[in-house]
């Protein structure tokens, strides 16, 4: 049970044992009927409208049937079943399958980013990925072998039937290499600038 039924729940008992003890006060007083209540509320002669009186009755019902749900409801945590096990039941986590479709074929030459999310299905799953590719790669030929290596990972590997796998290219950038070349010799430059900075700094000295 979760704080906020908690919470519902200790304000509906407490609400009971207050009526409980009013009525246990009122047989014996006679203080009121509780038949009296009922007519000032449903009685259509008085000035309550029905249809108010019927709308908090079905906000009270809808409140309640919620926290019922709530109550029964247990997050469940995704997982594929792996078909090839004939012993028993062996499920793996949706999470887990898409980290190792993604460690996989990040690895792919070309391959800048890669975003995976799985579909579980009754007899498999789904794969969908969003990748952005190297710019001076064969792009229909480099999805081509993204989409061989995750299905191969998956129904190899973890031994879970793949329905289909979906590929989306969404963009196009610059390689990993030429960014790391580039950074080079930007790291380069800096240092014979600061190279050149020492030695005028010693000759200014020496003068």
Same mark, same amino acid.
């Given at each position: 049970?979760? &704080?906020? +039924?908690? $919470? @519902?729940?200790?304000?509906? =008992?407490?609400? *009971?044992?207050?009526?409980?003890?009013?009525?246990?006060?009122?047989?014996?007083?006679?203080?009121?009927?509780?038949?009296?209540?009922?007519?000032?509320?449903?009685?259509?002669?008085?000035?309550?409208?029905?249809?108010?009186?019927?709308?908090?009755?079905?906000?009270?019902?809808?409140?309640?049937?919620?926290?019922?749900?709530?109550?029964?409801?247990?997050?469940?945590?995704?997982?594929?079943?792996?078909?090839?096990?004939?012993?028993?039941?062996?499920?793996?986590?949706?999470?887990?399958?898409?980290?190792? &479709?993604? +460690?996989? $074929? @990040?690895?792919?030459?070309? =391959?800048?980013? *890669?975003?995976?999310?799985?579909?579980?299905?009754?007899?498999?799953?789904?794969?969908?990925?969003?990748?952005?590719?190297?710019?001076?790669?064969?792009?229909?030929?480099?999805?081509?072998?993204?989409?061989?290596?995750?299905?191969?990972?998956?129904?190899?590997?973890?031994?879970?039937?793949?329905?289909?796998?979906?590929?989306?290219?969404?963009?196009?950038?610059?390689?990993?290499?030429?960014?790391?070349?580039?950074?080079?010799?930007?790291?380069?430059?800096?240092?014979?600038?600061?190279?050149?900075?020492?030695?005028?700094?010693?000759?200014?000295?020496?003068?």
């Amino acid at each position: 049970m979760n &704080i906020f +039924n908690k $919470v @519902i729940i200790v304000i509906i =008992l407490i609400c *009971i044992i207050c009526v409980s003890l009013i009525s246990i006060v009122n047989v014996f007083l006679e203080y009121f009927k509780w038949s009296d209540f009922a007519l000032k509320v449903f009685n259509p002669e008085n000035d309550v409208n029905p249809y108010i009186a019927a709308l908090a009755l079905l906000m009270i019902f809808s409140i309640s049937i919620f926290i019922i749900l709530l109550e029964f409801y247990r997050k469940r945590t995704r997982v594929a079943i792996i078909s090839s096990s004939k012993s028993g039941n062996a499920m793996v986590t949706l999470e887990t399958v898409a980290a190792q &479709i993604k +460690n996989a $074929v @990040i690895k792919i030459d070309g =391959l800048e980013e *890669i975003k995976v999310k799985i579909v579980p299905k009754a007899t498999g799953i789904i794969i969908n990925m969003n990748a952005k590719l190297n710019e001076d790669m064969d792009i229909p030929e480099k999805m081509h072998e993204i989409i061989n290596k995750a299905t191969s990972i998956v129904s190899d590997k973890l031994g879970i039937k793949v329905i289909k796998t979906n590929l989306t290219i969404t963009g196009l950038v610059a390689g990993r290499k030429e960014k790391e070349v580039k950074k080079k010799e930007e790291e380069g430059v800096e240092v014979v600038q600061e190279e050149a900075e020492g030695v005028s700094e010693i000759e200014d000295d020496d003068r």
